[in-house]
Nanobody
């Protein structure tokens, strides 16, 4: 089983940038598709972005053109570069993993504990 630990959250002004990292331990990420999800206060968790093990990328419409997901299988780490941040991006961001391929709506198998991102207006 792979264990996931997110980092990089914090407080940023609207229009700013943050890069989240998700470090995996326990086993290599090769063969895993990886994703980022977020949950704002009082709302359900929602999909943000994903990258399959063959490097296809997927984005929620709300973040397309502003967020970029990437992975470094040597470092066993997945990243979420977030630019042009908006107050509505405020949420706890979770990293998740799925053994095998990915497409929109696929379930993830393993989750991290999350990192808080707060965007001030």
């Amino acid at each position: 089983q792979v264990d996931l630990v997110e980092s990089g959250g914090g407080l940023v002004q609207a229009g700013g940038s943050l890069r989240l990292s998700c470090a995996a331990s326990g086993r290599t990420l090769s063969g895993y598709s990886m994703g980022w999800f977020r949950q704002a206060p009082g709302k359900e968790r929602q999909f943000v972005a994903a990258i399959s093990w063959i490097l296809n990328t997927y984005y929620a419409d709300s973040v397309k053109g502003r967020f970029t997901i990437s992975r470094d299988n040597v470092k066993n780490t997945v990243y979420l570069q977030m630019d042009s941040l908006k107050p509505e991006d405020t949420a706890v961001y979770y990293c998740a993993a799925r053994l095998g391929n990915y497409d929109y709506g696929y379930d993830m198998h393993t989750w991290g504990k999350g990192t808080l991102v707060t965007i001030s207006s």
